[in-house]
């Protein structure tokens, strides 16, 4: 089996023997907990002591039951919330608040309903000073590529949940991060226009050399994009699991599909799933 | 426009106009002389609004009530959006907001006249104060309410505390914002002859109680019609204002679609 278990310590060292180093580490959570405050005097362990090394340029996916921490540790990297405990790091520096070399993709997108979808995807880049031309030039791209062209003026309110998905990745993907923090960002589409979308994102992220933690509840759609497929379990969420995937690149699916070793990875990690977390839905 | 559009834009004349009638036949039947009739009252503007000093006073109240309520909005719309953002912001105001809320606020004039005299400042002071509090309350709950996540977008994008505020919460709250400024205008003007009415010196108020002491009745009645007017027309601008800022909130139906 191709499972790596997960080793007591992530951090990343150089080979003392044969001086070389390893691949360097875009992101490394050391001993990250997230405890948060419910009502009452009560609080939940919604994040146990994570150790994880993403190198630079992986493309990374998290899989693991509803409430288990999958969105609490992309907000972590964000810089979006502080861990209780335990740092994370981006290029080997602490992450002490949110920043344009690391792009998210939210879970709820968090579209601005006063811009329109051009708009929206405009943002960032104006905010960062770019040309109005260059950055209208760029946005109208990027929504060709999720398959938006001719909605350009519409708002928010005008779009349904899959369209608004895409304008959210576009948006993201136009401030150009070094690092995109994707919250199950194909969960609401058609399976269609999913493919789609899966292709483009690894066309992406092979052109540009993007380093992606990825969140999504399709083991499938992890195996197929990923490097290295994190599994989680809950009450506290932990690692369980990190299994790397050795498949050739550039991945086609319809290969895929029929390739054996990509249909054992499927099988070994929904077994990893569905042990001893039969109650976790 | 269909015939249901058209009898949609005129039914607050018909209103208007129905409710005159009632005035009329009401007046003519009770037939004493401190309740003039409506064609009276009607008859008294123009000589009312042709009259210079009375055009100046009315004028000068405009210009009170305006500066006033642009104070006002340029204070409580900073402060309210802060409130809804700074925990400890909210829990300073909170407080004292709660205190001078249910105050009427032109029962502090008399001590405002004491301190600052009978000229436009305490008029302009009183309809700062009675036009605050529902910005700030708005601003306040608009502010509260935008979602989390877009001032994380905002944070990722590189943008600052200060420049999410003025570009995030700002925007975001602003349908929330004119609902609270379009409450403040109409109480703007309440409170506006209402301090006209307590310091008599100049303005539509005044105009209004002077007549009422000489038993002018027709004026009085001719006043109020004026008030009621500039009421409306004041309402009815900032709305369409109002409608034009915030068309991306509205529901769907309301909006044209179109492929451009
Ligand atoms: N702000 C918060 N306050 C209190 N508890 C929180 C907060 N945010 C998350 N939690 C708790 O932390 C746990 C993990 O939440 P999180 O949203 O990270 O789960 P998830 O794995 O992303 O779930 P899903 O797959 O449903 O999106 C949950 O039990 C949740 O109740
Ligand atoms: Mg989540």
Redesign the interface.
Known sequence: MQVVSLRSDAHAESDPLSGRKPASAMIEIEHVSQRFQTSGKQSHLALSDINLTIEDGAFVSILGPSGCGKSTLL?IV???VQPTDGVAKVKGKAIT????D???V?Q?F???????VLGNVM??LR??GVKKAEAEARGRKLLEMVGLK?Y????P??LSGGMKQRVAIA??LA?D?AVLLMDEPFGALDAHTRTRLQNDLLDIWDRQRKTVLFVTHSVEEAVYLSDKVIVMSRSPGSIKEIVDIDLPRPRKRADLLLDARFQKYIVDIEKMIDDGGKDDL | MTARGVLKTLSPLFACIGLLCVWQVASLRLDTESFPTALEAIKAIPSILGDKGSLLNILDSIRRMAIGLVLAVMFSIPLGLLMGRIKAVASFFNPLMMIIYPVPKAALMPIIMLWMGVGDVSKILVIFLGVSLPIIYHAFQGSKAVEEKMLWSGAAMGMSAPMRMLRIVLPAALPEILTGCRTGLVLALITMITSEMIARQSGAGNILFNSLDMAQYDTVFAMILIIGAMGIVFDAAFEKLRLSLVRWSQPRDDMPLSFT
């Open positions: 907000y964000g810089g979006f608040g949110p920043g344009p690391r792009g998210p939210f709820e968090a579209l601005f309903p006063w811009k329109n943002y960032g905010q960062q001719g350009e003026n519409f708002y309110k005008e948006r993201t401030y991060p």
